[in-house]
């Protein structure tokens, strides 16, 4: 069979537009990006969803509006990116959709995920069948819903000759461990490392109107507040074992804000907005980098390299504090091995939604915990 397109689509934890992604995905699942598109999320909705990520009145009726309208906005890119590329409706073979994660519970009894973005509204207005809701199967198997992306980063970026860690920093911060393709590949694992740049965007946005700290200059003018820092580093999910996942639900502005009420509380430690920016971005660097360190065979390799992809890339210092807490490896942004970093998780939606159509199930038992690989998303046709 001839290689089929596919689109992958998502808003991420940072919560400020879609990215999506026009790929082309051969039956043996070879993966070639094609183009992509970044599309914008409208005010409104922006606040609509970062609304629904706390708990608030009225819920069910804001949920199931901002469902709808987020579903409509995907159909949009989805338009702009087909005309983008002379391209029609039938050229495509699904879209896999992934909505944009309003709550994220996977320690609760039942645990649960959900996300706004009505796949059957997207099949509808596209006239593409559409693959959805990829992380509730493993959840229903045990597993934490997150991170999906090892799967498809072991696929694309495992090599035989170095150990690689691919670093997503996006709203929120995840890490996928891969050894050498010689060793035994079971050894697989990604987890959620805590904030990545949620916190450190809303504390910018609120103190000087900017969507994001533009190559972290703000922060890197800041001195750390280390009885700040060392608050927030008491947070249980820092010291929390694998397989774990959070979300910008749990790493909310009240979060911070309870965590600076607090810290004026019981010292004379004197606050500035420029060194809060600076300690949020010290507290992604270490949280990142900490659990880096949790994997034993990082110690045991003597090529070893973190390729960063999502937002955080472009965040000049964040990257080399990385680099300074962890000189022993190399940090480069994924780019460097053939994706550029802003559209990773665009095909790994595209990815998956590829997987769902040839019955192929990605095993993540060693990432979420899952009981068992399997078949992710559920498939609305156009029709």
Known sequence: MSAERFIGVLSGTSLDALDLALVSISSSGTITQLDALNWPLSESLQQQCHALCTPGTNELVRYGTADRLFAQTVAEG?????AKNDLNTSDIRAIGSHGQTVRHHPDTTPAFTLQLGCPHTIAALTGIAVVGQFRQKDIALGGEG????????QKIFQVTDEQRFIANIGGIANITYLPA????????VGFDTGPGNTLMDYWVQTHLQKEYDSNGAWA????????????????????KAAPKSTGREY???VWLDNALRQLCETSNSKLTAVDIQATLLELTATTLTDAIRTIPSLHNAPETCVYVCGGGAQNQALMQRCQA????????????????????????FAWLAWA?????????RSVTGAKRPAVLGAYIPAS
């Open 220 to 239: 890197a003018s800041g001195q750390v507040n280390q009885p700040l820092l060392e608050l927030l580093q008491r947070d249980p999910y820092f010291r």
């Open 78 to 82: 989805i338009a702009a990116l087909l």
């Open 181 to 188: 393709a010689t060793e035994n590949t079971d050894q697989v």
């Open 251 to 253: 790493f909310t502005p």
């Open 146 to 153: 997150a991170p999906l992306a090892p799967a498809l980063h």
């Open 325 to 348: 807490l962890l000189p022993a490896v190399g940090w480069r942004t994924t780019e460097s091995i053939g994706v550029h970093p802003d559209w990773v998780e665009a095909v790994l």
């Open 356 to 364: 769902h159509v040839q019955g192929v199930a990605p095993d993540l």
